[in-house]
Protein backbone atom coordinates (compact mmCIF):
# COMPACT_ATOMS: atom_id res chain seq x y z
CA UNK A 1 0.00 0.00 0.00
CA UNK A 2 1.43 3.33 -0.80
CA UNK A 3 0.87 6.61 1.71
CA UNK A 4 0.17 4.61 4.88
CA UNK A 5 -0.99 7.96 6.89
CA UNK A 6 -4.59 7.84 6.92
CA UNK A 7 -6.33 11.02 7.33
CA UNK A 8 -9.54 11.82 8.82
CA UNK A 9 -12.25 10.89 6.01
CA UNK A 10 -14.19 14.32 6.38
CA UNK A 11 -11.74 16.63 8.47
CA UNK A 12 -12.72 20.03 7.08
CA UNK A 13 -8.93 21.58 8.02
CA UNK A 14 -7.36 18.71 6.19
CA UNK A 15 -4.00 19.63 3.73
CA UNK A 16 -4.99 19.78 0.07
CA UNK A 17 -1.95 17.27 -0.83
CA UNK A 18 -3.44 14.48 1.49
CA UNK A 19 -4.51 11.51 0.03
CA UNK A 20 -6.87 8.60 1.09
CA UNK A 21 -5.36 5.09 1.33
CA UNK A 22 -5.77 2.79 -1.21
CA UNK A 23 -4.50 -0.84 -2.03
CA UNK A 24 -2.20 -1.41 -4.90
CA UNK A 25 -1.86 -4.56 -6.66
CA UNK A 26 -2.37 -6.13 -10.14
CA UNK A 27 -6.12 -5.84 -10.28
CA UNK A 28 -6.09 -9.93 -11.10
CA UNK A 29 -4.47 -10.42 -7.49
CA UNK A 30 -6.88 -8.05 -5.79
CA UNK A 31 -9.70 -9.68 -3.90
CA UNK A 32 -13.33 -8.38 -4.23
CA UNK A 33 -13.23 -7.20 -1.41
CA UNK A 34 -10.05 -5.42 -1.62
CA UNK A 35 -11.95 -3.91 -5.10
CA UNK A 36 -14.87 -2.96 -3.07
CA UNK A 37 -12.61 -0.94 -0.99
CA UNK A 38 -10.71 1.09 -3.48
CA UNK A 39 -14.42 1.74 -5.27
CA UNK A 40 -15.28 3.29 -2.13
CA UNK A 41 -12.42 5.32 -1.14
CA UNK A 42 -12.71 6.81 -5.13
CA UNK A 43 -16.38 7.58 -4.33
CA UNK A 44 -15.16 9.33 -0.79
CA UNK A 45 -12.62 11.43 -2.84
CA UNK A 46 -14.69 12.11 -5.44
CA UNK A 47 -17.59 13.73 -3.11
CA UNK A 48 -14.60 14.92 -0.75
CA UNK A 49 -14.06 16.88 -4.08
CA UNK A 50 -17.76 17.84 -4.28
CA UNK A 51 -18.18 19.00 -1.01
CA UNK A 52 -15.05 21.42 -1.57
CA UNK A 53 -16.32 23.06 -4.75
CA UNK A 54 -20.37 23.40 -2.82
CA UNK A 55 -18.39 25.08 -0.18
CA UNK A 56 -16.62 27.32 -1.92
CA UNK A 57 -19.74 28.21 -4.06
CA UNK A 58 -21.33 28.94 -0.92
CA UNK A 59 -18.67 31.13 0.22
CA UNK A 60 -18.59 33.23 -3.02
CA UNK A 61 -22.12 33.71 -2.94
CA UNK A 62 -22.02 35.14 0.73
CA UNK A 63 -19.43 37.63 -0.57
CA UNK A 64 -21.53 38.47 -3.29
CA UNK A 65 -24.60 39.15 -1.10
CA UNK A 66 -22.32 41.36 1.39
CA UNK A 67 -20.60 43.15 -0.99
CA UNK A 68 -23.23 43.55 -3.81
CA UNK A 69 -26.73 43.02 -2.92
CA UNK A 70 -26.97 44.03 0.44
CA UNK A 71 -26.25 47.44 -0.81
CA UNK A 72 -28.60 47.51 -3.12
CA UNK A 73 -30.93 46.37 -1.04
CA UNK A 74 -30.74 49.31 1.47
CA UNK A 75 -30.70 51.51 -1.21
CA UNK A 76 -33.98 50.48 -2.25
CA UNK A 77 -35.08 50.42 0.57
CA UNK A 78 -34.27 54.06 1.33
CA UNK A 79 -35.47 54.97 -2.33
CA UNK A 80 -39.02 53.93 -1.38
CA UNK A 81 -38.91 55.25 2.25
CA UNK A 82 -38.21 58.21 0.58
CA UNK A 83 -41.30 57.57 -2.35
CA UNK A 84 -43.87 57.36 0.89
CA UNK A 85 -42.62 60.50 1.92
CA UNK A 86 -43.12 62.12 -1.79
CA UNK A 87 -46.44 60.52 -1.85
CA UNK A 88 -47.58 62.13 1.87
CA UNK A 89 -46.55 65.23 0.90
CA UNK A 90 -48.97 65.13 -2.65
CA UNK A 91 -51.82 63.44 -0.75
CA UNK A 92 -51.69 65.80 2.24
CA UNK A 93 -51.31 69.04 -0.01
CA UNK A 94 -53.07 67.44 -3.27
CA UNK A 95 -52.18 69.70 -6.60
CA UNK A 96 -54.92 71.33 -8.35
CA UNK A 97 -56.66 69.15 -10.72
CA UNK A 98 -56.31 65.81 -8.50
CA UNK A 99 -58.98 63.79 -8.78
CA UNK A 100 -60.55 61.55 -6.46
CA UNK A 101 -59.28 58.70 -8.25
CA UNK A 102 -56.08 60.11 -8.61
CA UNK A 103 -56.12 60.14 -4.86
CA UNK A 104 -56.86 56.59 -4.47
CA UNK A 105 -54.43 55.57 -6.91
CA UNK A 106 -51.72 57.20 -4.76
CA UNK A 107 -53.06 55.88 -1.74
CA UNK A 108 -53.04 52.33 -3.41
CA UNK A 109 -49.33 53.16 -4.10
CA UNK A 110 -48.39 54.23 -0.79
CA UNK A 111 -49.92 51.19 0.97
CA UNK A 112 -47.56 49.09 -1.62
CA UNK A 113 -44.41 51.06 -1.14
CA UNK A 114 -45.06 51.09 2.86
CA UNK A 115 -45.47 47.77 2.92
CA UNK A 116 -42.40 46.70 0.77
CA UNK A 117 -40.49 48.52 3.41
CA UNK A 118 -42.05 46.72 6.60
CA UNK A 119 -41.56 43.30 5.42
CA UNK A 120 -37.46 44.31 6.52
CA UNK A 121 -38.83 45.23 9.26
CA UNK A 122 -40.53 47.95 12.59
CA UNK A 123 -40.33 51.42 11.08
CA UNK A 124 -42.49 54.61 13.00
CA UNK A 125 -42.62 57.15 10.52
CA UNK A 126 -43.63 54.60 7.61
CA UNK A 127 -46.20 52.98 9.32
CA UNK A 128 -46.77 56.25 10.45
CA UNK A 129 -47.60 57.36 6.80
CA UNK A 130 -49.15 54.13 6.07
CA UNK A 131 -51.78 55.06 8.56
CA UNK A 132 -52.34 58.07 7.86
CA UNK A 133 -53.26 57.52 4.34
CA UNK A 134 -54.56 54.14 3.87
CA UNK A 135 -58.04 52.65 3.94
CA UNK A 136 -57.21 50.67 7.06
CA UNK A 137 -54.57 50.95 9.68
CA UNK A 138 -51.59 48.47 10.12
CA UNK A 139 -52.85 46.86 13.32
CA UNK A 140 -56.56 46.54 11.50
CA UNK A 141 -55.14 44.82 8.37
CA UNK A 142 -53.08 42.49 11.19
CA UNK A 143 -56.49 42.57 13.01
CA UNK A 144 -58.42 41.18 9.90
CA UNK A 145 -56.19 39.03 8.52
CA UNK A 146 -55.79 37.32 11.73
CA UNK A 147 -59.84 37.07 12.16
CA UNK A 148 -60.27 36.07 8.44
CA UNK A 149 -56.84 32.94 8.79
CA UNK A 150 -59.03 31.94 12.27
CA UNK A 151 -62.00 31.21 9.90
CA UNK A 152 -60.06 29.67 7.35
CA UNK A 153 -58.10 27.29 10.21
CA UNK A 154 -61.57 25.95 12.02
CA UNK A 155 -63.09 25.70 8.66
CA UNK A 156 -60.49 23.23 7.00
CA UNK A 157 -58.59 21.71 9.81
CA UNK A 158 -61.01 22.24 12.41
CA UNK A 159 -62.20 24.34 15.53
CA UNK A 160 -59.80 22.50 18.40
CA UNK A 161 -56.76 23.97 16.29
CA UNK A 162 -57.35 27.40 17.14
CA UNK A 163 -58.15 27.05 21.03
CA UNK A 164 -56.27 29.45 23.18
CA UNK A 165 -53.78 29.71 20.17
CA UNK A 166 -52.71 33.10 21.67
CA UNK A 167 -50.89 34.38 18.14
CA UNK A 168 -50.57 38.13 17.55
CA UNK A 169 -50.70 37.21 13.68
CA UNK A 170 -51.68 35.25 11.11
CA UNK A 171 -48.76 33.65 10.56
CA UNK A 172 -48.13 32.85 14.40
CA UNK A 173 -51.44 30.89 14.23
CA UNK A 174 -51.20 29.01 11.25
CA UNK A 175 -47.63 28.18 12.87
CA UNK A 176 -49.60 27.12 15.56
CA UNK A 177 -51.67 25.20 14.12
CA UNK A 178 -49.39 23.45 11.95
CA UNK A 179 -47.43 22.33 14.91
CA UNK A 180 -50.56 20.65 16.62
CA UNK A 181 -50.66 18.98 13.44
CA UNK A 182 -47.33 17.47 13.37
CA UNK A 183 -47.84 17.11 17.24
CA UNK A 184 -51.10 14.73 16.39
CA UNK A 185 -49.49 13.12 13.44
CA UNK A 186 -46.55 12.25 15.50
CA UNK A 187 -48.71 11.00 17.79
CA UNK A 188 -50.63 8.75 15.39
CA UNK A 189 -47.66 7.67 13.30
CA UNK A 190 -46.20 6.37 16.65
CA UNK A 191 -49.48 4.15 17.44
CA UNK A 192 -49.62 3.16 14.29
CA UNK A 193 -46.07 1.90 14.30
CA UNK A 194 -46.02 0.17 17.87
CA UNK A 195 -49.33 -2.00 16.81
CA UNK A 196 -47.18 -2.30 13.72
CA UNK A 197 -44.11 -3.89 15.36
CA UNK A 198 -47.15 -5.83 17.81
CA UNK A 199 -48.48 -7.51 14.85
CA UNK A 200 -44.68 -8.19 13.59
CA UNK A 201 -43.96 -9.99 16.89
CA UNK A 202 -46.94 -12.17 17.19
CA UNK A 203 -46.07 -13.39 13.36
CA UNK A 204 -42.43 -13.34 14.16
CA UNK A 205 -41.68 -10.52 11.13
CA UNK A 206 -38.50 -8.57 11.40
CA UNK A 207 -39.31 -5.48 12.91
CA UNK A 208 -38.00 -3.78 9.66
CA UNK A 209 -41.01 -3.58 8.08
CA UNK A 210 -43.33 -1.95 10.91
CA UNK A 211 -40.39 1.01 11.13
CA UNK A 212 -40.76 1.50 6.96
CA UNK A 213 -44.25 1.96 7.07
CA UNK A 214 -43.85 4.54 10.36
CA UNK A 215 -40.98 6.16 8.39
CA UNK A 216 -43.42 6.50 5.45
CA UNK A 217 -46.38 7.20 7.96
CA UNK A 218 -44.27 10.60 8.95
CA UNK A 219 -43.18 11.47 5.89
CA UNK A 220 -47.16 11.34 4.73
CA UNK A 221 -47.87 13.29 7.54
CA UNK A 222 -45.11 16.17 6.95
CA UNK A 223 -46.23 16.37 3.09
CA UNK A 224 -49.71 17.04 4.21
CA UNK A 225 -48.31 20.13 6.72
CA UNK A 226 -46.29 21.82 3.74
CA UNK A 227 -49.44 21.08 1.19
CA UNK A 228 -51.49 22.90 3.79
CA UNK A 229 -49.29 25.49 4.43
CA UNK A 230 -49.02 26.24 0.65
CA UNK A 231 -52.60 26.46 0.40
CA UNK A 232 -53.14 28.86 3.29
CA UNK A 233 -50.54 31.16 1.87
CA UNK A 234 -52.35 31.40 -1.53
CA UNK A 235 -56.06 31.64 0.24
CA UNK A 236 -54.20 34.53 2.07
CA UNK A 237 -52.89 36.45 -0.78
CA UNK A 238 -56.77 35.43 -2.98
CA UNK A 239 -58.98 36.35 0.05
CA UNK A 240 -57.48 38.96 1.80
CA UNK A 241 -59.74 42.28 1.77
CA UNK A 242 -56.99 44.46 0.90
CA UNK A 243 -56.57 42.42 -2.46
CA UNK A 244 -60.23 42.96 -3.75
CA UNK A 245 -60.71 45.11 -6.22
CA UNK A 246 -63.45 47.78 -6.69
CA UNK A 247 -63.96 50.49 -9.74
CA UNK A 248 -61.91 53.13 -7.72
CA UNK A 249 -58.93 50.86 -7.49
CA UNK A 250 -59.19 49.83 -11.25
CA UNK A 251 -57.81 46.12 -10.80
CA UNK A 252 -55.87 44.14 -13.75
CA UNK A 253 -56.09 40.38 -14.19
CA UNK A 254 -52.17 40.18 -13.17
CA UNK A 255 -53.18 41.26 -9.77
CA UNK A 256 -51.42 44.92 -10.16
CA UNK A 257 -53.70 48.28 -9.87
CA UNK A 258 -53.83 50.59 -12.57
CA UNK A 259 -50.32 52.10 -11.79
CA UNK A 260 -48.49 48.75 -11.62
CA UNK A 261 -48.31 48.62 -8.07
CA UNK A 262 -49.61 45.06 -6.31
CA UNK A 263 -52.34 44.89 -4.00
CA UNK A 264 -52.35 44.36 -0.47
Given at each position: ????????????????????????????????????????????????????????????????????????????????????RLLDELLTAPPKGL??????????????????????????????????????????????????????????????????????????????????????????????????????????????????????????????????????????????????????????????????????
Open positions: MNDPQQIPLFDEHSNQGSRLVTIVAPKARLTKGQQTFNRLVEKIRQQRELLAEWQAFTLRCQQRVASELEPLRRELCEGQRQMCGRRQRGKLVIMLEGVAQAVLVHGPDEEIEALHDKHARSTLEESQRAELKMTEAFVSAFLGEDMVKGHGAGSAEELFQHAQEKMQAGAAGRAEADAQRAQARAARRGERPAKADLAQQRREQAAKDASQSVREIYRKLVSALHPDRVTDPGRAGTPDGTDATGQPGL
